[in-house]
């Protein structure tokens, strides 16, 4: 099982930029994805964001051209620049990993974008 930890969330200003990071226990290299989701109050939890180990990427459309997603083998991190952020962004920004079949989650990060 592969623990997960997230940081950089925090307040800023429409149009302001945060990077998210998601620490793993262990090597992720040989993760086959790993991905941010988010879950805004009253809202189900959806996909923002995902990389495959072969670096295949998929975004939500609500974030193309804003946010980016990377990840770094040799720190066992993926993370997450987002810019221009919106109000709409304001969520609980979640880390997530595919591996053998398993999901693990981190404990998750709050984004809070004032208007």
């Known amino acids: 099982q592969v623990h997960l930890a997230e940081s950089g969330g925090g307040l800023v200003q429409a149009g302001g930029s945060l990077r998210l990071s998601c620490a793993a226990s262990?090597?992720?290299?040989?993760?086959?994805?790993m991905g941010w989701y988010r879950q805004a109050p009253g809202k189900q939890r959806e996909s923002v964001a995902v990389?495959?180990?072969?670096?295949?990427?998929n975004y939500a459309d609500s974030v193309k051209g804003r946010f980016t997603i990377s990840r770094d083998n040799a720190k066992n991190t993926v993370y997450l620049q987002m810019n221009s952020l919106k109000p709409e962004d304001t969520a609980v920004y979640y880390c997530?990993?595919?591996?053998?079949?398993?999901?693990?989650w981190g404990q998750g990060t709050q984004v809070t974008v004032s208007s």
């Open positions: 990389i495959t180990s072969g670096g295949l990427i």
């Open positions: 262990r090597s992720i290299f040989s993760i086959y994805a």
């Open positions: 997530n990993s595919i591996m053998g079949g398993k999901i693990s």
